[in-house]
């Protein structure tokens, strides 16, 4: 199978659980007319991953959960590793910062929104959840997990590569082009983070570090 089959495979592995957690909050909204509709988009995102797990383990080769999480290559991670890691996260993290106040680089509505909807101790919860567990999760078990090994037959920086131009248009959320660069330079880091350490397990905590400091931020 060519490698279009599997970009493909992997935009409809991403969005079905989320169109399917869409409706099932649009339907409960409809009932339950106490719950603000600025923060549905996050609990779709939040009860997405009910739906995401069953759909990644029917793709995922294996017969059985160990046969899966082998092939996606999360495996136990070394602590000394992880500081290193979240270091370099820091560090790029405040670069980003530095750019932005530098050049004077307007921040996105959507990430403004966002800062709004946490007021109330259960908005902080879903939003939190949301962005800084379940969103690098899938993100990562899809792309640089699930794809990532199906498209190993290409060699690995453009496979790296062409990974972060997929992981940056997926965020249409976005308005603004030096946004799309900086998620994009994100991409790469974790794709290579992924690659040094054949360990999905280090790309998704780095990409957790990393949301985790840019939602602190706008506290």
């Known amino acids: 199978m060519n490698i279009f089959f599997y970009l ?11 169109l399917l957690a869409e409706v099932t909050v649009r339907i409960i909204s409809s009932y339950y007319n106490r719950l603000s509709l600025d923060l549905l988009p996050y609990l779709s995102i939040s009860i997405s991953i009910i739906f995401f797990i069953p759909i990644l383990f029917t793709v995922t080769p294996g017969r059985g959960c160990k ?29 980003f910062g530095y750019v932005d106040d530098y050049f004077l680089l307007e921040g996105e509505w959507f990430m403004s929104e966002a800062a709004t909807l946490t007021s109330g101790a259960a908005s902080l919860a879903i939003l939190l959840f949301a962005a800084c567990v379940v969103a690098p999760l899938i993100e990562e078990l899809v792309f640089r997990g699930w794809l990532y090994k199906k498209i190993e037959f290409i060699q690995p920086h453009i496979r790296i590569s062409v990974i ?13 082009f030096h946004t799309f660069i900086s ?16 360990n999905l ?13 840019t939602f602190v931020a706008l506290l």
Do not use: D
Not at 183 to 198: A, D, E, H, Q, S
């Open 164 to 176: 972060a131009i997929i992981f940056s248009l997926l965020h249409w959320q976005y308005e603004h």
């Open 201 to 213: 397990s280090y790309a998704v905590l780095a990409h957790v570090a990393y949301n985790l400091f």
């Open 67 to 95: 046969e899966k999480v082998k092939f996606l290559e999360l495996r136990k991670v070394i602590f000394f590793n992880l500081l290193c890691l979240f270091f370099v996260v820091v560090c790029l993290w405040l670069f």
């Open 183 to 198: 998620i994009f330079l994100v991409g790469m880091l974790l794709g290579y983070i992924r690659l040094i350490f054949n």
């Open 8 to 18: 493909v495979a992997s935009f409809f592995i991403f969005f079905i659980p989320t």
